[in-house]
């Protein structure tokens, strides 16, 4: 699965929210106390902080049988994107195509602890029509590789995601309007060798039992 946990064990999933709580309490310790000239330090714990809750809202909904689940963080997702969207638009300069103006490091740990991972997951599990199309925009702006995760690419295969939930719908006003029928879960995408510009994106509908395939 591209972004479950996989973990059904619920004693499991206890114990890591129990050590995940553990290292939030310590982490907020420490956040607070960075001045307000620790700029890079501040961005990177917000990052780590965004990992945080993405990560506690993926331990919630790790036996979910339904999508909809994902409906009650709604608030939390919104939350989640103005942070990100902090920390990517820190520069006071305007976006240029000149990527060696970008010499300051956007946050310490890029590698493993930046923007794609989170923004890729509210793209896939967010049905707000604004925030999903939000968290899009995000990933495409970014233009930055992250340990196994491209923007564009991660933009690309949540774009496709999209447009297969809402494929028919005539009006998409709020989350609502992708019912738990159109909603699908991916479970694998990966380029097809015949056709390198393309994504072969495995998923499945409601109950989540067969699997399809579809280029992207």
Same mark, same amino acid.
């Given at each position: 699965?591209?972004?479950?946990?996989?973990?059904?064990?619920?004693?499991?999933?206890?114990?890591?929210?129990? /050590?995940?709580?553990?290292?939030?309490?310590?982490?907020?310790?420490?956040?607070?106390?960075?001045?307000?000239?620790?700029?890079?330090?501040?961005?990177?714990?917000?990052?780590?902080?965004?990992?945080?809750?993405?990560?506690?809202?993926? /331990?919630?909904?790790?036996?979910?049988?339904?999508?909809?689940?994902?409906?009650?963080?709604?608030?939390?997702?919104?939350? /989640?994107?103005?942070?990100?969207?902090?920390?990517?638009?820190?520069?006071?300069?305007?976006?240029?195509?000149?990527?060696?103006?970008?010499?300051?490091?956007?946050?310490?740990?890029?590698?493993?602890?930046?923007?794609?991972?989170?923004?890729?997951?509210?793209?896939?599990?967010?049905?707000?029509?604004?925030?999903?199309?939000?968290?899009?925009?995000?990933?495409?702006?970014?233009?930055?590789?992250?340990?196994?995760?491209?923007?564009?690419?991660?933009?690309?295969?949540?774009?496709?995601?999209?447009?297969?939930?809402?494929?028919? /719908?005539?009006?998409?006003?709020?989350?609502?309007?992708?019912?738990?029928?159109?909603?699908?879960?991916?479970?694998?995408?990966?380029?097809?060798?015949?056709?390198?510009?393309?994504?072969?994106?495995?998923?499945?509908?409601?109950?989540?039992?067969?699997?399809?395939?579809?280029?992207?």
């Amino acid at each position: 699965d591209m972004d479950r946990c996989g973990m059904h064990d619920l004693s499991a999933v206890l114990q890591i929210r129990d /050590l995940l709580g553990s290292w939030h309490l310590t982490f907020k310790a420490y956040s607070a106390s960075l001045s307000d000239d620790d700029r890079l330090e501040r961005r990177t714990a917000s990052a780590l902080d965004i990992h945080y809750h993405i990560l506690s809202i993926m /331990l919630d909904v790790t036996s979910a049988k339904t999508e909809v689940i994902y409906d009650s963080y709604n608030a939390d997702f919104g939350a /989640l994107l103005k942070e990100c969207e902090e920390i990517i638009k820190y520069r006071e300069i305007a976006p240029t195509d000149n990527w060696a103006e970008y010499g300051d490091r956007m946050s310490l740990f890029e590698f493993d602890f930046g923007m794609v991972a989170p923004l890729f997951v509210i793209a896939c599990h967010c049905r707000d029509p604004a925030l999903r199309r939000k968290a899009i925009r995000l990933m495409r702006y970014l233009h930055r590789t992250e340990g196994a995760w491209d923007t564009c690419s991660a933009g690309k295969i949540a774009e496709g995601i999209m447009e297969i939930e809402e494929c028919g /719908l005539t009006v998409i006003e709020t989350y609502e309007s992708v019912t738990e029928n159109s909603r699908i879960r991916a479970t694998n995408a990966h380029i097809d060798p015949a056709h390198p510009a393309e994504v072969i994106l495995s998923f499945s509908h409601s109950p989540y039992e067969v699997t399809k395939q579809r280029f992207i």
